[in-house]
């Protein structure tokens, strides 16, 4: 239903543009195709092994400049996958689909711009532990950076003295973020808006956004003889601010409440602290670190039972088309180390990945895959990738 309301949009805009620039005599127009194809084969100790895939993501982009500087623009592309694994000599799985993985239009200018459709939306100081995930699940240990879209209306606006200014509209997503364990109610709408600006030597961000969780498949699941609810009021706010001086520094911070006893989640706090610095090593060795704390609570605030999460990220070039990086977490409360090393080789338009993982086989940190955790365990995985 929303990829047939988006075809429709999509046609109705490409009629509106080329109106538009019938009218417009000295706009001028363009119109690109692109895409990534990419596949891998996994070996893992644990689960179903080998693991193989294969994956294309077509990308069509048309515009119009029109003669006062304004850009009319949209974009469509799609997710189209399949992955087959085994297990034992008597099971197998496979996983195929086409799915819209962006689907928007835009009209734009020098400091603003209103986009409509599905898109990504994502924001926050942190790199690796990110509390203001809200609207995306990037994983940066994914080569492939893949994330879904949200169905929505955004809107920002560009002052000259660095400030901006966002707000948006989404409807029509169910599917929870990476933090959220109650879902969204797909049919009422959201809202929100952030602020950025700059601040001495850095930039603070406010963030926030209001919601309709449904936690009755929750209720269902896991507490059968509580109350579940169809509608609950949910508010989130966010703070975030980076300085770069000799030494990066950040912080990101997220505070969820609900308006209804939803047991331990009706609560959720979601505090980070990093930094980053480039060691003049050989070609020069670039570090992060970042450290959370999460908390579900019923309770406003309360950190009884936290969970605190390290992390540590390495990056290395070992020359013009090589490069080597890796990603440590540590789950202090279970004792759990997570490791990935990576191994990148950059030839043109290929790039071939190389990589070892050794991860507990319940993942608690947030994955990028909606198909399969293919990070659970310990084993390695070949990636090729090509971009057009």
Not at 6 to 14: A, E, G, N, Q, S
Not at 17 to 36: E, I, N, P, V, Y
Not at 48 to 65: D, H, K, M, V
Not at 169 to 196: A, C, D, M
């Given at each position: 239903?929303?990829?047939?309301?988006?075809?429709?949009?999509?046609?109705?805009?490409?009629?509106?543009?080329?109106?538009?620039?019938?009218?417009?005599?000295?706009?001028?127009?363009?119109?690109?195709?692109?895409?990534?194809?990419?596949?891998?084969?996994?070996?893992?100790?644990?689960?179903?092994?080998?693991?193989?895939?294969?994956?294309?993501?077509?990308?069509?982009?048309?515009?119009?400049?029109?003669?006062?500087?304004?850009?009319?623009?949209?974009?469509?592309?799609?997710?189209?996958?399949?992955?087959?694994?085994?297990?034992?000599?008597?099971?197998?799985?496979?996983?195929?689909?086409?799915?819209?993985?962006?689907?928007?239009?835009?009209?734009?200018?020098?400091?603003?711009?209103?986009?409509?459709?599905?898109?990504?939306?994502?924001?926050?100081?942190?790199?690796?532990?990110?509390?203001?995930m809200w609207f995306d699940r990037l994983d940066p240990r994914d080569p492939l950076q893949l994330t879904y879209g949200v169905w929505g209306l955004l809107a920002r606006y560009y002052f000259l003295n660095n400030v901006n200014l966002w707000a948006w509209t989404l409807y029509g997503n169910e599917k929870p973020s990476v933090w959220e364990v109650v879902e969204t109610n797909e049919h009422i709408p959201e809202f929100g808006g952030r602020i950025q600006f700059p601040v001495s030597k850095g930039e603070l961000g406010f963030t926030y956004h209001h919601r309709n969780a449904d936690s009755r498949h929750l209720m269902d699941v896991l507490y059968p003889n509580s109350q579940p609810f169809e509608r609950i009021p949910e508010n989130k706010v966010g703070i975030d601010g980076k300085w770069d001086m000799t030494v990066g520094l950040w912080f990101e911070a997220s505070f969820s409440k609900k308006q209804k006893d939803t047991n331990p989640f009706t609560n959720q706090q979601l505090l980070n602290i990093g930094a980053d610095y480039t060691f003049g090593i050989g070609n020069g060795l670039n570090t992060a670190v970042e450290h959370l704390i999460a908390s579900d609570s019923e309770r406003w605030l309360n950190f009884n039972g936290a969970y605190n999460f390290s992390a540590l990220s390495l990056s290395y070039p070992l020359g013009i088309n090589d490069n080597i990086s890796a990603i440590v977490y540590h789950d202090w409360e279970n004792d759990n180390f997570y490791t990935f090393f990576n191994w990148k080789k950059q030839l043109n338009d290929f790039a071939i990945y190389a990589i070892f993982f050794s991860n507990p086989e319940t993942n608690l940190i947030p994955v990028a895959s909606d198909t399969f955790n293919v990070m659970g365990g310990t084993g390695i995985q070949l990636m090729v990738v090509y971009n057009h």
């Amino acid at each position: 239903m929303k990829l047939s309301a988006f075809l429709i949009l999509f046609l109705i805009t490409l009629h509106t543009f080329g109106q538009a620039h019938d009218s417009l005599s000295r706009s001028k127009d363009t119109l690109s195709f692109k895409g990534q194809l990419s596949s891998f084969i996994l070996f893992n100790k644990e689960g179903y092994s080998p693991l193989a895939g294969i994956r294309y993501i077509p990308q069509f982009n048309y515009g119009i400049t029109t003669a006062n500087k304004r850009l009319w623009d949209t974009e469509l592309s799609l997710n189209m996958f399949g992955n087959a694994g085994l297990g034992d000599p008597d099971s197998y799985i496979t996983d195929a689909d086409v799915k819209l993985y962006r689907g928007w239009v835009r009209y734009s200018g020098e400091q603003f711009e209103i986009r409509l459709g599905l898109q990504k939306i994502n924001f926050g100081s942190a790199s690796i532990l990110r509390p203001l995930m809200w609207f995306d699940r990037l994983d940066p240990r994914d080569p492939l950076q893949l994330t879904y879209g949200v169905w929505g209306l955004l809107a920002r606006y560009y002052f000259l003295n660095n400030v901006n200014l966002w707000a948006w509209t989404l409807y029509g997503n169910e599917k929870p973020s990476v933090w959220e364990v109650v879902e969204t109610n797909e049919h009422i709408p959201e809202f929100g808006g952030r602020i950025q600006f700059p601040v001495s030597k850095g930039e603070l961000g406010f963030t926030y956004h209001h919601r309709n969780a449904d936690s009755r498949h929750l209720m269902d699941v896991l507490y059968p003889n509580s109350q579940p609810f169809e509608r609950i009021p949910e508010n989130k706010v966010g703070i975030d601010g980076k300085w770069d001086m000799t030494v990066g520094l950040w912080f990101e911070a997220s505070f969820s409440k609900k308006q209804k006893d939803t047991n331990p989640f009706t609560n959720q706090q979601l505090l980070n602290i990093g930094a980053d610095y480039t060691f003049g090593i050989g070609n020069g060795l670039n570090t992060a670190v970042e450290h959370l704390i999460a908390s579900d609570s019923e309770r406003w605030l309360n950190f009884n039972g936290a969970y605190n999460f390290s992390a540590l990220s390495l990056s290395y070039p070992l020359g013009i088309n090589d490069n080597i990086s890796a990603i440590v977490y540590h789950d202090w409360e279970n004792d759990n180390f997570y490791t990935f090393f990576n191994w990148k080789k950059q030839l043109n338009d290929f790039a071939i990945y190389a990589i070892f993982f050794s991860n507990p086989e319940t993942n608690l940190i947030p994955v990028a895959s909606d198909t399969f955790n293919v990070m659970g365990g310990t084993g390695i995985q070949l990636m090729v990738v090509y971009n057009h």
